[in-house]
């Protein structure tokens, strides 16, 4: 069992660019009523902490829960507990626009390479034996400056939902990848790119599903590579 990892750009921006994208940037979203000027577009994912939001509801007529071993994207189910941060940033770099940037990272290339390469039980078999992962999730876990780190055999109640658009150029829908559920869920299509009001619709039916304060929700955008 892994600490959990704090939904927080001032870890998450870091992380990042330990897994070699130097130029990722991490953003607070405290409302969904309207777009922030601030984020700098595309944004690349969204990631979404709260509690467990339960299994995928069926009567949502417009998404569909795809199987494990689809190739719209790369999903990676959650094998180690309290490991739904990480398991969430590698959803987040493997899939839609992040996956198109450089990794400056050997060890990131080749890890998503082969990942994609992989099925899924195998994906999630990576990413528990990874001892590099596991060593980067320990460093980064836990709030800064926390006096009380937390104890490592508390499972946590929180967890990691990851939004990103499809890969292909063509694909206009936006998935949600959630290492927990049986597979990735395919939502409707978008415009642009994830600030986009189908997608804070389905946050917000999550919120308020949920109904817990207990809250985050982060944007990744990444700059040109040049």
């Not at 990413?127 to 055999?153: M, Q, R, V, W, Y």
Request: charged share 30%; glycine share 6%; proline share 7%.
């Amino acid at each position: 069992m892994w600490k959990p990892l704090e939904n927080n750009p001032e870890i998450l921006e870091p992380y990042l660019q330990k897994l070699g994208i130097p130029n990722a940037g991490v953003f607070d979203l405290f409302t969904l009523d309207e777009i922030p000027e601030y984020i700098p577009r595309p944004v690349g994912a969204l990631l979404l902490v709260l509690p467990s939001p339960g299994k995928f509801d069926k009567s949502q007529n417009e998404s569909k829960l795809l199987p494990a071993d689809c190739k719209e994207v790369v999903w990676f189910p959650q094998l180690v507990s309290n490991a739904c941060g990480t398991v969430a940033l590698m959803h987040a770099i493997a899939n839609g626009d992040l996956s198109k940037k450089s990794y400056y990272s050997d060890f990131t290339s080749n890890f998503l390479k082969k990942a994609r390469e992989e099925k899924a039980d195998q994906r999630a078999n990576m990413l528990k034996n990874s001892k590099e992962i596991a060593t980067l999730h320990a460093e980064f876990a836990g709030a800064p400056d926390d006096e009380e780190e937390g104890d490592e055999e508390d499972e946590t109640d929180l967890h990691y939902l990851c939004f990103v658009r499809g890969t292909e150029a063509n694909d206009r829908h936006f998935y949600e990848l959630d290492g927990r559920r049986e597979g990735p869920i395919q939502h409707p299509e978008i415009e642009k790119d994830l600030l986009d009001p189908k997608v804070f619709s389905v946050i917000k039916g999550y919120i308020e599903k949920t109904n817990s304060p207990y809250f985050s929700l982060v944007a990744i955008s990444a700059t040109d590579d040049n």
